[in-house]
């Protein structure tokens, strides 16, 4: 399995900004798929998720400091998935990664229920 991000940068504080990220290697509609980031000195945070593939189209969910601001969606027939980051701020300067989980239902954030984590991409913003 083998997740890999890609899209970070610098860029200034309220430019936008789209990660992605390509899985191989695993049934990909069967995972739910998130984003995470690591700023320094800090403790990798969750960021968005979004549901397996279903009637509903993929359910999304994120942080509330991100809430308004990134939106994440998947493509099954790629195997991406992509986190599309607007009016980004300083403290959203961090190493953002992707993740799959296998799990169907229950709590998004916890990053022990994610199974494959992609190498991370810096994003870096100037105020």
């Known amino acids: 399995v083998q997740l890999q991000a890609s899209g970070g940068g610098l860029v200034q504080a309220g430019a936008s900004l789209r990660l992605s990220c390509a899985a191989s290697?695993?049934?990909?509609?069967?995972?739910?798929m998130g984003w995470f980031r690591q700023a320094p000195g800090k403790e990798r945070e969750f960021v968005a998720g979004i549901s397996r593939s279903g009637r509903s189209g993929g359910d999304t969910y994120y942080t509330d400091s991100v809430k308004g601001r990134f939106t994440i969606s998947r493509d099954n027939a790629k195997n991406m998935v992509y986190l599309q980051m607007s009016s980004v701020k300083p403290e959203d300067t961090a190493v953002y990664y992707c993740a799959a989980s296998p799990l169907r239902f229950g709590s998004w954030a916890p990053a022990g229920d994610y199974n494959y984590w992609g190498q991370g991409t810096q994003v870096t913003v100037s105020s």
């Open positions: 290697g695993l049934s990909f509609s069967t995972y739910r």
